[in-house]
Each structure stands twice: as structure tokens, then as C-alpha cells.
């Protein structure tokens, strides 16, 4: 079964500074899709970014990207140049590409505090 | 745009009671899953459906009934509500619908549940 992890229960950053957060994942597939969703106060979940595993290059959207590392199963989200409005639970998740209506795994979640 | 639509956004509930929690998207999606947040625990998935007429486990199924009652619906019951069945419960659905598959889940604003 795949797990993903969270391991930084919660970060703080000043305004402007970027932050990294880690996510590391346990498969045994070769193919899948990686995700990074946000969820503000509001409690609505957004989507971030999204990875192919079968694709090298790390995604960018903006100011986030992705640090993917295939063989030490890591998955890390940059912020950059952190807004206030950054502020919000991130959630790594897991999905095999084998099906693609299969189930997505979730972490724990990391709850990150921009302070102005 | 409605996108996922879920319903009530609270509840109050006594133990033994049971409810429903619908859900409906309008995005042609075939998968539709239904997931628990708890503090700490992240989101956990309960139930999804890959298709019409399809539903299968996920990680928490326990005290949990659902039913695919066509393309655009997934319920959820709780037939006997007890208290660790407190939590914010989400309904989201993924698929090629009218645009390119890219497996992000879309979700609806959540259902926040309290079984005293």
C-alpha cells in the first residue's frame, strides 16, 4: 500500500522568504502523479501543483515548484517569496497512474504561518 | 459553475442516529470519492466509486455505507452514528469530464459532522 508523509507538522516564515516543504511517499509503481494541495481557512482545497513522475523536470506554477527526487521518493514544495495569503494547510498526495480513476492518497498535512 | 456540490454543511447528531451526506458534480467526472479530515490525521479517504455502479474501500471504511446512485451522485451513510465519527467530511470527484484528464481532484466546500 503507498503512504505518504508529512513530516513538519507546522512552519512559520516572514513574509517574502521562502519556504521548502518536505513530503516524502512509499510505492512500489513506477508510474504516478504527485500532487501539492492548499487549503486556506476558508477550508476549501486547492490545487497547487501537480507532478508526472515519468517526467524529469520539477513543475513550477509562479512561485511554487517542486523539488522531485524519483529514487529517494521525495517530493518537496518551494514557496517563493511568501504572501500572507500563502497561509494555509498544504497536503502532499499520492496517485498510481496504472488506473486513472484509482484512489488518492493524502499526508498529514503541514500548516504554514506567513507572518507579516 | 457548480462543480461539486455536497450537502448539509452541518450537522448535529446523537449517537446511534443515522444521516446521509449527498453529493453531486456537474463535471461529467466518473470517479467520486469521499474523504474524513481530522486534526493531525490529514485527509483520510473512506469510500470512492471509479465508476457508475462501482464503490470500493478505502482507508477508514468502518461505520460507513455508500451508494453510486448514477454518473453525477455519491452518498454516504452513517447508519449509526457514534462520536469518533465526529469530523469534516469532503466529497470530491477526478476525471477526463469535458477537459484533459490531469487527475486533480475537485472538491466541494465540505460537511462539518458532530455526533454527541
Known amino acids: 500500500a503507498q503512504t505518504v508523509t508529512q513530516s513538519q507538522p507546522e512552519m512559520s516564515v516572514q513574509e517574502a522568504e521562502t519556504v521548502t516543504l518536505s513530503c516524502t511517499y512509499d510505492?512500489?509503481?513506477?508510474?504516478?502523479?504527485l500532487f501539492w494541495y492548499k487549503q486556506p481557512p476558508s477550508r476549501q482545497m486547492i490545487l497547487v501543483i501537480r507532478?508526472?513522475?515519468?517526467?524529469?523536470q520539477n513543475a513550477t506554477e509562479n512561485r511554487f515548484s517542486v523539488n522531485f527526487q524519483k529514487a529517494a521518493k521525495s517530493f518537496s514544495l518551494k514557496i517563493s517569496d511568501s504572501q500572507l495569503g500563502d497561509t494555509a494547510m498544504y497536503f502532499c498526495?499520492?496517485?498510481?497512474?496504472?488506473?486513472?480513476?484509482?484512489?488518492?492518497?493524502f499526508g498529514k498535512g503541514t500548516r504554514l504561518h506567513i507572518l507579516p | 459553475n457548480a462543480g461539486v456540490t455536497q450537502t448539509p454543511k452541518f450537522q448535529v447528531l446523537k449517537t446511534g442516529q443515522s444521516m446521509t451526506l449527498q453529493c453531486a458534480q456537474d463535471?461529467?467526472?466518473?470517479?467520486m470519492y469521499w474523504y474524513r479530515q481530522d486534526p493531525g490525521m490529514g485527509l483520510r479517504l473512506i469510500y470512492y466509486?471509479?465508476?457508475?455502479?462501482?464503490?470500493d474501500k478505502g482507508e477508514v471504511p468502518n461505520g460507513y455505507n455508500v451508494s453510486r446512485l448514477n454518473k453525477r451522485e455519491f452518498s454516504l451513510r452513517l447508519e449509526s452514528a457514534a462520536p469518533s465519527q465526529t469530523s469534516v467530511y469532503f466529497c470530491?470527484?477526478?476525471?477526463?469530464?469535458?477537459?484533459?484528464?490531469?487527475?486533480?481532484?475537485?472538491f466541494g466546500e465540505g460537511s462539518r459532522l458532530t455526533v454527541l
Open positions: 507532478q508526472e513522475a515519468y517526467k524529469q
Open positions: 510505492t512500489s509503481e513506477n508510474n504516478y502523479y
Open positions: 498526495a499520492f496517485m498510481k497512474l496504472l488506473n486513472r480513476d484509482d484512489k488518492i492518497i
Open positions: 463535471m461529467n467526472h466518473n470517479s
Open positions: 466509486s471509479a465508476s457508475e455502479g462501482t464503490t
Open positions: 470530491a470527484s477526478s476525471g477526463r469530464g469535458r477537459r484533459r484528464w490531469t487527475g486533480e481532484l475537485f
